[in-house]
């Protein structure tokens, strides 16, 4: 998939799965905490654009300066990092304080390990297999 058609149907799969993997993960557990259930499809969407814009970024800058030492743990580092943003993005503005929140450091490294898992499916389904196929 090439152009901007490409472009699009990553985006909107990297939306679907991460706002599957938010609103799975406000159901499963109790730290990870929406002000409404409305709220996930945005979250998603915020995730999925930094993850498009930085994710590629983060991790190959990350490798270099790491001189790749420890480029097989890149991915969840990167996917912290933006979570970890995503978090702070809401928690910036009065208006959106308690939209979104994660209340404990498993629940947030749970959901680190989540989103990584979609973010290695997208890559499979999107980057991976049209290539070798």
């Given at each position: ?76 580092i990167v996917n912290g990092l ?52």
């Amino acid at each position: 998939m090439h152009g901007a058609t490409g472009l699009a149907i990553g985006f909107g799969v990297r939306l679907v799965m991460f706002t599957a993997v938010f609103w799975l993960a406000a159901r499963r557990l109790e730290a990870v905490r929406f002000k409404s259930k409305w709220l996930a499809p945005l979250v998603g969407l915020v995730f999925a654009l930094l993850d498009i814009a930085l994710y590629w970024v983060l991790t190959h800058g990350f490798d270099l300066a790491t001189f790749g030492a420890i480029s097989f743990v890149m991915p969840l580092i990167v996917n912290g990092l933006l979570l970890f943003t995503t978090v702070k993005l809401f928690a910036w503005r009065a208006q959106t304080r308690g939209w979104f929140t994660i209340d404990s450091v498993v629940a947030g490294l749970w959901m680190v390990v989540a989103l990584t898992l979609a973010h290695g499916l997208c890559w499979l389904a999107l980057d991976y297999l049209p290539n070798h196929l």
